[in-house]
Nanobody, 122 residues
Framework: QVRLVESGGGLVQPGGSLRLSCAAS????????MGWYRQAPGKQRELVAV???????NYAASVKGRFTISRDNAKNTVYLQMNSLKPEDTAVYYC????????????????WGQGTQVTVSS
């Protein structure tokens, strides 16, 4: 079983910064994509940023230029540096590991973290 553990959420004033971390542990052979999603009250879960094993990244338009995703493949860890935070960034942020293999040539699986609350308020 693969487990994702997130950390780094909290309360921050508008214009402030936070850094989220997500570490994947367990029986892991490879992970293709690791990313962050968020869900605000009353809204659907949406993609924030994703990083692929090949080094590619993709960001939601609303966070481009403010958020940066990075990844340590050796540690199966993904980070999200969030700068210039706005009240509309308030949400529960979920880590996702997609196209995970637990053995060579095995099936692909997708896993989610438990979520971490980010609140941007004065």
């Amino acid at each position: 079983q693969v487990r994702l553990v997130e950390s780094g959420g909290g309360l921050v004033q508008p214009g402030g910064s936070l850094r989220l971390s997500c570490a994947a542990s367990g029986r892991i052979f490879s992970i293709d994509a690791m990313g962050w999603y968020r869900q605000a009250p009353g809204k659907q879960r949406e993609l924030v940023a994703v990083s692929t094993s090949g080094g590619g990244t993709n960001y939601a338009a609303s966070v481009k230029g403010r958020f940066t995703i990075s990844r340590d493949n050796a540690k199966n860890t993904v980070y999200l540096q969030m700068n210039s935070l706005k009240p509309e960034d308030t949400a529960v942020y979920y880590c996702n590991a997609d196209r995970v293999r637990i053995s060579r040539g095995g099936n692909y699986y997708s896993y989610w973290g438990q979520g971490t609350q980010v609140t941007v308020s004065s």
